[in-house]
């Protein structure tokens, strides 16, 4: 399969990796806005995130992953590019355990050592980051971040774009409200709503975040 990596930071460097050690697939582009347009280097096309577009229309076999850790970042270029589902490839590292009735959104990237248990639910463009626990019938929102060795224990709900800091952990049951973010070490006994910054053990309300969705 034919991948065009969107982004090149330190996010995309482990993307990269995950694609390359499936045989299947192969690195033909990377998009960022560091470049002016698109041309080819080495065989590979380099150019700003617009030329998406163009390079659908030349060749639809390509499939886009948005190799972005910024939950914001990765919902303005989904919306302001456009394309179909069907545009967008899920990224699963060989190491993650994945329930067989656990159900992966379109353009979601699952990390190395990850564990993705029964009934769960992970939404399109969704990260679920190294060595992070997804237990049982939770739900994680679209555009969410599970970081590095973050747990939800279990029947837990995130709203889009979500982020929970690395090393935390979120207690049955609790629901955290869209584009909260839980501080890393944090552990979460009570529900979160949406729009926050909530740290600490046990993990309380710190500011309320003024969030600007940007689409264009």
């Known amino acids: 399969m034919k991948i065009v990596v969107v982004g090149r930071g330190g996010h995309s460097k482990v993307i990269v990796d995950m694609i390359l050690s499936n045989r299947e697939h192969d690195i033909v582009g990377f998009l960022d806005d ?3 347009e698109l041309g080819l280097i080495e065989d590979i096309y380099c150019g700003p995130i617009s030329s998406a577009k163009g390079l659908v229309e030349n060749s ?5 992953v948005i190799a972005i850790g910024d939950n914001k970042i990765r919902h303005s270029i989904v919306h302001r590019l456009n394309l179909t589902y069907k545009n967008y490839i899920t990224v699963i590292h060989k190491s993650a355990v994945i ?14 050592n990850s564990v993705i248990n029964a009934d769960s639910r992970i ?10 626990v997804i237990e049982h019938d939770s739900i994680v929102g679209d555009f969410s971040h599970v970081c590095p060795g973050a747990t939800l ?3 837990v709900q995130l709203g889009e774009g979500a982020y929970v800091g690395a090393g935390s952990t979120i207690i049955p049951n609790i629901k955290i409200g869209e584009w909260t973010i839980i501080g890393a070490g944090a552990t979460v006994i009570s529900d979160i709503p949406a729009f926050c910054t909530a740290v600490g053990t046990p ?9 600007s969705l940007r689409v264009n």
């Open 203 to 211: 993990a309380k309300v710190k500011k309320v975040n003024q969030i």
């Open 99 to 112: 329930s067989p009735t656990a159900k992966i959104g379109h353009g979601a990237v699952i990390m190395p």
């Open 60 to 64: 639809h076999d390509i499939k886009f």
């Open 123 to 132: 939404g399109n463009h969704s990260i679920i980051n190294t060595s992070s």
């Open 34 to 36: 560091k470049y002016d």
């Open 153 to 155: 224990t279990g029947t």
